[in-house]
């Protein structure tokens, strides 16, 4: 597929479980992004890997949150003890390059629910 | 603090007129703005963008204007056609930052036939 792929499309979890959502981006793209989105607000940056740089994790919301990239690959996303407040869906992004005016092109999301 | 605001949640336009989708924004260090699309169940996919040092950016349907003194910038669809009724967001970003896009909360357009 030429596009970039989220699993898993649906997670349901207890609350303090932990889960790990995967991102596979375009190939060739270098920069690679994470968003989530709760319901009835924007899209909210998370964190920002771009090729062997280290990466802008300045969005992620709490240390129980943690993302990992090798090379310019698939990406995981982990969150540690989840609260019903994580709930939400995670979006993945790649663009070619430190976007600029390179738009950036997503997944279809992990829909977390945390009960 | 929302600095990208969209205050519609929600919009109805009959097919074959213009949509007007509104966006505004509160840090004067934006300087590139985009508007994204998104159906139900899929991730949002680029549509048209614009650099702060223009005020107007077309392409086909699909037109983005923006007011730097009014900190407004709007995409209009003309002529409206079904296959348009989406999520429309609206982002932005200054250039130091160009990572993190600033989203609004997105217009719902619905076009009806």
């Known amino acids: 597929g030429a596009g970039v792929s989220q699993s898993p499309s649906n997670k349901v979890t207890e609350k303090g479980k932990d889960v790990e959502l995967r991102c596979d981006p375009i190939?060739?793209?270098?920069?690679l992004y994470w968003y989530r989105q709760r319901l009835g607000q924007g899209l909210e940056f998370l964190i920002y890997f771009q090729g062997n740089s280290a990466p802008d994790k300045s969005g992620l919301p709490s240390d129980r949150f943690s993302a990992e990239r090798t090379g310019e690959s698939v990406s995981t996303l982990t969150i540690q003890r989840t609260q019903q407040e994580d709930s939400a869906v995670y979006l993945c992004a790649s663009s070619i390059r430190q976007w600029g005016n390179s738009p950036l092109h997503f997944g279809n999301g992990t829909r977390l629910t945390v009960t | 603090d929302q600095q990208v605001k969209q205050n519609s949640p929600s919009l109805s336009v009959q097919e074959g007129r213009i949509s007007i989708l509104n966006c505004d924004y509160t840090n004067s260090m934006f300087d590139y703005f985009l508007w994204y699309k998104k159906y139900p169940a899929e991730g949002p996919t680029f549509l048209i963008s614009?650099?702060?040092?223009?005020d107007k950016n077309e392409d086909g349907r699909f037109t983005v204007f923006l007011n730097k003194s009014a900190k407004h910038l709007s995409l209009h669809i003309v002529p409206s056609q079904p296959g348009d009724s989406a999520v429309y967001f609206c982002?932005?970003?200054?250039?130091?930052?160009?990572?993190?896009?600033?989203f609004g909360t997105g217009t719902r357009l619905q076009v009806t036939l």
């Open positions: 982002a932005a970003s200054t250039s130091g930052t160009a990572s993190k896009l600033t």
């Open positions: 190939s060739g793209h270098t920069a």
């Open positions: 614009i650099s702060s040092i223009k």
